[in-house]
């Protein structure tokens, strides 16, 4: 169970992160943008598996950007 619990709160923090980036920041490029931003500076808050973590990303981070 605790790994869920982990996977929700990763994708809490990384939420968050993103909505403190301005608005204009908030599109498509913007989540490849903060996905570098991550791999610099959160690298343990990027998704983990098989799939493509950018695409991952933009799933943790549906409805937030345009």
Do not use: I, N
Request: aromatic share 10%; with cysteine; glycine share 4%.
């Amino acid at each position: 169970m605790a790994p869920k619990v982990d996977e929700a709160l990763r994708v809490l923090r990384v939420r968050q992160l993103f909505e403190v980036r301005s608005s204009d920041e908030r599109t498509e490029t913007g989540v490849l943008h903060f996905y570098a931003w991550l791999e610099k500076h959160y690298p343990h808050l990027l998704p983990t598996g098989p799939e493509d973590p950018c695409q991952h990303l933009k799933v943790d981070l549906a409805g937030l950007f345009k």
